[in-house]
């Protein structure tokens, strides 16, 4: 499993979470951060550090944030 970024982020974008991740797998992309899902090894560090609460382990996505999780993967071509 991996985190997914939600849509708090989108306009924020605090770097809080790339400072924490402890294998650098969080990227900017563009109006948003996305954590590459093959490389994220489900720490959670980045959980606490997010100033608008917009990370979530990907079984916890609230209901309204699901497409995230398809964009999230499809950003990676995973």
């Given at each position: 499993?991996t985190?997914?970024?939600?849509?708090?982020?989108?306009?924020?974008?605090?770097?809080?979470?790339?400072?924490?991740?402890?294998?650098?797998?969080?990227?900017?992309?563009?109006?948003?951060?996305?954590?590459?899902?093959?490389?994220?090894?489900?720490?959670?560090?980045?959980?606490?550090?997010?100033?608008?609460?917009?990370?979530?382990?990907?079984?916890?996505?609230?209901?309204?944030?699901?497409?995230?999780?398809?964009?999230?993967?499809?950003?990676?071509?995973?």
């Amino acid at each position: 499993m991996t985190h997914i970024i939600t849509s708090p982020c989108i306009g924020t974008k605090d770097a809080s979470c790339t400072e924490v991740c402890p294998v650098e797998c969080i990227y900017d992309a563009g109006e948003m951060y996305l954590i590459h899902p093959d490389e994220c090894i489900d720490c959670g560090a980045c959980v606490p550090a997010c100033p608008v609460s917009a990370i979530f382990p990907e079984e916890d996505v609230p209901a309204e944030e699901t497409p995230f999780i398809a964009r999230n993967y499809e950003f990676f071509g995973v």
